[in-house]
């Protein structure tokens, strides 16, 4: 679906790992959704934190930091295995 830039990558990325040999063109397309996602994520952070300074939303707390971080630790991750992979 549109906005599905985690799955574009999570499918490279499984391709990859079955064996198979994405084109340079797949591995491009999916380091483009990496960017994409995190630009979505960093847009996302920021609404969550406008409402919760207008208490609309209670504060975060570390579980919920645990978790945005780990997400964008994990898209991080892929893009440098991403662009590991199209540099061999």
Known sequence: TE???RGAVR?????REA?????IYSYLVAMTAVVKEL????KA???LKTFARA??????DREDVDLAENYQS?????GALLSKWVIQ
């Open 74 to 78: 994990e898209l991080l991750a892929d």
């Open 11 to 15: 499918l490279v990325i499984q391709f």
């Open 55 to 60: 208490g609309l939303i209670t504060e975060f």
């Open 45 to 47: 952070l920021r609404k």
């Open 3 to 5: 906005g599905d830039y």
């Open 39 to 42: 630009n979505e994520f960093a």
């Open 19 to 23: 064996g198979l040999k994405p084109e």
